[in-house]
């Protein structure tokens, strides 16, 4: 009896919980399925003359639509390549002692305490100088400084998992270690890289300061393009909630098909 | 798990040490390279040594940014953790509702962050946003996060809440099912409370990634921009000009390039000490446990 009453007050926190979780996000869908009169006119908590006017604008302006398949892009080569070279990484921290390897560690990790800020400048200067300014690969380049450190530490998680008899059985077997490392060792670790190539994806996904400075035209990121919404006319609220609305999707989905590996790359993570 | 001693292991690492190199020392030189000069604009510089590192000790508006962003950061460690923990003691353990919930709870985090900001400047508005409106027209409570300081550190403080307690909640969700079901099994035997379960039974448990929550919470809290940037643009007034508010404006806004570099460096250097004496605590920790 005291239990299901638990049951029924935890379901009700939760339940509390994810309203006032979703509310704010509610209300610029909402907003976004408004004209910019009835947003400005009368306030009311669902649209009463639904349009998707606003959401028409963004998929028939390539300036508007190029802004998601250029973070796409960008945020998809990074999750290739940050994983590509975290793993030979991980593997090393998880599995050998080397000289100045937990400092190294400890450096990979400071590379997330940078104030961006005053970086940016720098960073501007550099990609122009390698003439990859305004390019995909710039921004991808850029955000292996925090997606790497982070890929290596939930990797090594994963794989200090992986008993060390199983890379000693195959060396007595005659693999190779290239051969072993990919025909045996990758597919034990498959859901580690699944849950690491999520992370990646969304840290790469949200950054917004150094995807912004390193682009212009070419290649720039959807988050950037919103702040076109600022006219002369004021701003046109309807387009930038419609435009907020498509930056959550993929993430959204991205949550959806790792939901159930989320809870397992924090818990095996190098704590 | 016993490591081998290998120094060729280091052939591994480098693709990760050149990477990273590139992105993180190549800048970092170039800022160390303004912080020691006074520059005017493209091949206008001048050498000043020192100058901009003694003005960092004496300059009140730094101060003044650094200590907001201290007590910003500790207000918001002082929610999220507490409520992140109660959260995931509250979330299903498995099945259906599980898998829901933590789609849910992910959901803030993958968020662009100046559409977190966009969506918090929209939401707290007295005469479009909802959360402003009800503020203001039903609960008559005068709210405006442009002209109120109070009001606009509320609102920073509100949003960072909701977008980063998910983290909390997610880290302490994963560590309560790394608990074996024994540990519960024999709490039952010994009737114990569950208050008692908490205390003696998951909270030591989830020491390790609570660490790491509060470790990466600081880390970020303490170079937030983008957000306050788009909501409040640092103000009313200074109010809400946090570090990193404050050193974009001075390097960017007045191209005070040679000062901003200087306190950033020091600001860097600050927040490296204390992760190192953090990070070496959850690496002696996680020694304990495995003995």
């Known amino acids: 009896m005291r239990d299901s009453q638990r049951r029924w007050t935890n ?13 704010p996000i509610y209300w610029m869908l909402n907003m976004s399925f408004k004209t910019n009169e009835e947003i400005l006119g009368v306030f009311s908590l669902w649209p009463r003359n639904p349009t998707l006017a606003n959401y028409r604008t963004i998929f028939t302006d390539p300036a508007w639509y190029s802004g998601y398949i250029n973070s796409i892009t960008y945020t998809t ?5 940050s994983v590509a070279i975290a793993l030979p990484a991980a593997y090393a921290f998880s599995r050998y002692n080397f000289l100045g390897g937990n400092h190294l560690f400890f450096w990979l990790l400071t590379n997330r305490m940078a104030p961006a800020a005053v970086f940016l400048l720098p960073f501007f200067q550099l990609y122009q100088n390698i003439g990859l300014y305004d390019t995909h690969l710039a921004v991808a380049l850029a955000h ?3 997606n ?3 890929s290596v530490w939930i990797l090594e998680g994963f794989m200090s998992g992986v008993p060390k008899e199983i890379d000693e059985t195959a060396a007595i077997d005659g693999y190779s270690f290239p051969r072993f490392f990919f025909r045996i060792f ?8 699944g849950v690491t190539a999520f992370f990646a994806f969304m840290f790469s996904w949200v950054e917004l300061l150094l995807a912004r400075t390193l682009t212009s035209v070419n290649a720039k990121p959807i988050a950037a393009t919103m702040t076109r919404t600022v006219s002369a006319s004021g701003m046109d609220w309807g387009l930038l909630a419609a435009a907020g609305v498509l930056t959550i999707i993929p993430g959204a989905l991205v949550i959806y098909f790792v939901r159930n590996y989320i809870a397992k790359g924090f818990a095996l993570g190098r704590v | 798990m016993e490591k081998t001693k290998n120094n060729r292991a280091w052939l591994l690492v480098l693709p990760v040490v050149l990477s990273v190199s590139f992105s993180a020392i190549i800048p970092l030189m170039t800022v160390v390279n303004y912080s020691v000069q006074d520059i005017f604009g ?8 020192k100058e901009w590192y003694v003005d960092a000790v004496r300059d009140a508006d ?3 940014a650094l200590l907001r962003n201290l007590l910003f950061s500790f207000e918001a460690l002082l929610i999220e953790i507490p409520l992140g923990v109660f959260l995931a003691l509250r979330m299903p353990a498995r099945g259906k509702w ?8 992910a959901l803030p985090l993958l968020i662009p962050w100046n559409v977190v900001g966009t969506i918090w400047q929209i939401f707290g508005r007295a005469d479009i946003g909802l959360g402003g409106y009800f503020l203001n027209n039903l609960l008559g409570i005068p709210y405006n996060y442009t002209l109120n300081a109070r009001d606009a550190w509320y609102t920073i403080l509100v949003m960072d809440v909701w977008h980063w307690t998910p983290l909390v909640a997610l880290l302490a969700y994963a560590g309560l099912r790394a608990i074996p079901e024994a540990y519960y099994w024999a709490a039952r035997i010994d009737a114990a409370s569950n208050w008692a379960i908490f205390r003696f039974i998951q909270l030591p448990k989830l020491r390790g990634v609570l660490l790491i929550a509060v470790l990466l919470r600081f880390m970020d809290s303490f170079m937030i921009y983008t957000e306050p940037f788009v909501v409040t643009g640092g103000g009313p007034g200074n109010a809400t000009t946090f570090l990193s508010i404050f050193l974009s404006k001075l390097a960017v806004g007045q191209f005070d390039l040679g000062p901003a570099a200087a306190f950033s460096l020091i600001y860097f250097l600050l927040i490296q000490v204390f992760s190192y004496i953090f990070f070496t605590t959850i690496r002696n920790i996680g020694r304990g446990d495995a003995t």
């Open chain 1, 144 to 146: 292996l400084l925090f």
């Open chain 1, 11 to 23: 379901a009700l926190i939760m339940v509390l919980y994810f309203i006032l979780l979703m509310l």
């Open chain 1, 186 to 193: 990758i597919p034990l670790i498959r859901s580690g890289i």
């Open chain 2, 62 to 64: 730094l101060h003044a």
């Open chain 1, 148 to 150: 790497v450190p982070l």
């Open chain 2, 98 to 105: 599980a898998s829901l919930s933590l789609v849910l709870i």
């Open chain 2, 42 to 49: 493209p091949g206008q510089r001048v050498w000043v040594g």
């Open chain 1, 77 to 81: 080569m990074n999750t290739v390549m």
